[in-house]
């Protein structure tokens, strides 16, 4: 083999390029672990770029009866299968869900399509919906949001859904509201819960059924001013919501107690491996307490580098710990005592829920997780409203939907009219460990309403308007 | 500042920087033999961190470990080997552009395939119980397994430095790193030998992830993650030297784990002010050759 004695220059430009390429691969979100994609991301900005495209392109694409890439049915039941004992007749209704299955944040997108079927086939043996029955198809957005306006369009358009449900990453929801808005139909996000959805870029046919960023973090900030700490310290992924989130915290923590000083603020890159110079920093400053919106496998690898260099002895934290999380560090680490904050967790004491517990449980062998138990409201808020009109009008669905009163997993609940947001609390509990499923779990729990943490119309109204 | 603070910052810029010396200095020892920037080196890093996490979960103990080590880089290794005779060897007299091209093309090919064998969940392994848990280091409280990662990456950089200092291999490999072609003509087998190196590139990578995995977990984008800081490392360094790159982890470690204690916001702004500030002042780099 000969190589050239004389080789060009390596030269930076390419391999500038290729760092660009690399980005570019961050930003599909289906290739890597970081990525912009989370189940709180509320970036905004990427939303309007993706739905340029004039519909009719899509419409003439689509139109060729192909089926959408990377789509699967999973209905039980089509027209020649009818489930045993069902009164449920005619053809299908098709119902939608775009969410993450692909890519690091595939977790959260599993678990919503699991507890979609498992509601959708509860609802088929119950007889379906107006007598019909239910078929769920479920597609992949890859995390990205021009992905999901393509899913979306496609669901629409080619497999003419009643509406969709969805998705993991804030950026995508924002997207698809777009396309629910101009398709006109209705689409209820239960995992994805940027407060813009509902309030700045709100459109008639978005319903949340998740406690929004600003919901989440209000409630922490509220009962967190009840304790004794006044030398807090932060640490949030570097993005949109980690910022928000963070600020909104700190904004309530100082209303309700005006002596909290903020004598840290740490901003890891998503998908940070190593936080041990971060918590170093932190302690660095000798906070009383420490607050994070890290989440999932950020938040594990955090606990278990915080919990070697000795933090949790030396301050008071709190963070979203939710199932998945809980069950990834097991005993791993002492978490006893550490103030965990979460938006459905599975413990949440209801007839519903433990019902929906045991179902989920004996088909999928483990506890549903927050995106789980989520994604089983949506379906059923919309079979509920679906029932009550007699119809699939999707304006009938908006304007009953508008204050309807629903019992959900957590409870007797309802959607406020200004915003379509979903009453839901939020869960804050000291952890305590579960012998027998061998992760800790939320000890006695308190249940912030939504009533106390959400905005109020004014404020609702002032944002849309600012 | 107190001096307990100050010494833990430099003992997590230390641990950052060993597992950044690790894998990076695979990436100079590419480039120094081949010429080629193999953007794929992220990969081997985290099908290293893959393999060795599922051996770790079969066999218990320090065994575990060491077996884990072993089998991630014959794994990776035999990768390498694959990449190298199949793709790369028909690219070096072409553009660099294809090499990285091709090398680029890998990136996409391991991540589905790591994706597709050990699906979307992050997998974290528990430390070898000899290396797990605390230290108390007159009052500074520090993990083991920091520790030993430190000390990983110590016996490595020498380990290293005697293969391409004492060694025939490493003979071979320095002449190749001058002038390929004359080491051609005088009788060595220079296509087995760029095998060998880029093998053994791979197979830095793949200790690099084994080491990481108890650290923080085994997932999906950590590839990209790594390849973009060992840029930032050799970049600093000079590609193709060892020294520069053990310099250039160390730099990169401890001007971040320093950097964010005093600037916050813009600590990894500040690893890249470093490197262009380098660039600037030494265009190949602090201990890199000028373009044969």
């Not at chain 1, 973090?217 to 963070?246: C, H, K, M």
């Not at chain 1, 309403?449 to 404020?459: G, Q």
């Not at chain 2, 028909?90 to 090398?103: D, G, I, N, P, V």
């Not at chain 2, 690893?271 to 602090?286: C, E, K, Q, S, T």
Request: charged letters at 15%; glycine letters at 10%.
């Amino acid at each position: 083999m000969k190589r050239r004695t004389h080789t060009p220059r390596p030269g930076w430009p390419a391999l500038l390029l290729v760092l660009a390429m690399l980005a570019a691969a961050c930003g599909g979100g289906g290739v890597e672990g970081g990525g912009d994609a989370g189940p709180t991301e509320g970036d905004a900005g990427t939303a309007g770029a993706v739905t340029d495209s004039p519909p009719e392109t899509q419409t003439e694409s689509t139109s060729t009866g192909t089926e959408p890439a990377g789509t699967e049915t999973t209905g039980t039941t089509t027209g020649t299968e009818t489930p045993t004992g069902s009164a449920a007749e005619g053809e299908p209704i098709k119902i939608g869900m775009a969410t993450t299955l692909s890519g690091s944040i595939a977790l959260f997108g599993e678990a919503n399509r699991n507890a979609a079927e498992l509601a959708v086939d509860q609802l088929n043996e119950a007889g379906g919906v107006l007598g019909r029955p239910v078929e769920l198809i479920v597609a992949d957005d890859q995390a990205a949001p021009e992905e999901g306006v393509r899913i979306a369009r496609d669901l629409i358009i080619d497999e003419g859904v009643s509406m969709l449900l969805g998705p993991v990453s804030s950026g995508v929801a924002l997207a698809i509201s777009e396309v629910s808005a101009e398709r006109q139909v209705p689409f209820i996000v239960h995992t994805s819960n940027t407060e813009a959805l509902t309030v700045q870029e709100f459109q008639p046919y978005v319903v949340s059924v998740v406690p929004n960023t600003g919901m989440e973090a209000r409630a922490q900030g509220v009962d967190l001013a009840g304790s004794e700490y006044t030398r807090w310290a932060t640490i949030a992924p570097n993005y949109e919501f980690g910022q928000r989130q963070t600020a909104t915290f700190v904004e309530t923590l100082q209303a309700e107690k005006p002596d909290v000083e903020i004598v840290a603020q740490q901003f890891p890159e998503l998908g940070e491996s190593d936080y041990q110079p971060f918590i170093t920093s932190l302690l660095a400053a000798s906070p009383e307490a420490v607050y994070t919106p890290l989440f999932a496998g950020d938040l594990v690898t955090f606990t278990q580098q915080a919990a070697d260099l000795g933090f949790f002895d030396q301050v008071y934290f709190t963070a979203l710990y939710e199932t998945d999380a809980l069950q990834e560090l097991g005993d791993a680490v002492d978490l006893e005592g550490i103030r965990a904050y979460s938006r459905c967790p599975f413990t949440i004491d209801t007839e519903q829920m433990a019902a929906f517990v045991e179902t989920y449980e004996a088909a999928y062998g483990e506890v549903p997780s927050d995106w789980a138990c989520m994604a089983y409201d949506a379906v059923n808020l919309w079979a509920e409203v679906v029932e009550e009109n007699g119809d699939l009008d999707a304006d009938a669905f908006v304007e009953t939907v508008e204050g309807f009163e629903f019992t959900s997993l957590r409870g007797d609940t309802h959607i406020r009219e200004i915003d379509h947001q979903a009453a839901v609390p939020s869960y804050i509990a000291e952890l305590t460990f579960d012998d027998e499923l061998g992760f800790y779990v939320y000890g006695e729990t308190t249940v912030v309403p939504a009533e106390d943490i959400w905005l109020s119309e004014e404020d609702v109204e002032a944002a849309r308007a600012g | 500042m107190t001096t307990q603070a100050f010494v833990l910052q430099l003992l997590t810029g230390l641990s950052r920087a060993a597992i950044l010396f690790i894998v990076a200095a695979g990436l100079s020892l590419v480039f120094g033999a081949l010429r080629v920037v193999n953007v794929a080196h992220g990969s081997f890093f985290m099908v290293g961190a893959f393999v060795g996490v599922t051996v770790i979960e079969a066999v218990e103990g320090p065994a575990g470990f060491v077996l884990a080590v072993a089998a991630a880089v014959v794994v990776v290794a035999v990768l390498a080997t694959l990449v190298e005779t199949l793709a790369l060897r028909r690219l070096y007299t072409s553009e660099h552009l294809l090499q990285l091209l091709a090398t680029f093309a890998c990136v996409l090919i391991f991540s589905d395939l790591v994706q597709f064998l050990w699906g979307e969940r992050p997998r974290s392994v528990r430390q070898p119980r000899l290396v797990s848990g605390s230290i108390n280091l007159g009052g500074v409280i520090f993990p083991r397994y920091s520790l030993f990662l430190i000390a990983v990456a110590v016996v490595l950089a020498v380990a290293l430095w005697a293969l391409m200092t004492r060694t025939r291999l490493g003979r071979d490999i320095r002449a190749a790193v001058s002038d390929p072609e004359m080491l051609g003509l005088v009788g060595a087998n220079v296509p087995l030998l760029f095998t060998v190196v880029f093998a053994l590139g791979g197979a830095l990578a793949a200790v690099g992830g084994v080491l990481a995995a108890p650290q923080s977990t085994a997932r999906l984008g950590m590839d990209i993650d790594i390849i973009i800081e060992s840029f930032a490392v050799v970049i600093i360094g000079g590609l193709g030297s060892l020294v520069g790159t053990a310099v250039g982890a160390l730099l990169v470690g401890l001007t971040f784990s320093f950097g964010i204690l005093f600037v916050p916001q813009a600590a990894l702004a500040i690893v890249f002010v470093v490197m262009v500030a380098v660039l600037m002042w030494r265009p190949y780099g602090l201990f890199g050759v000028v373009e044969r």
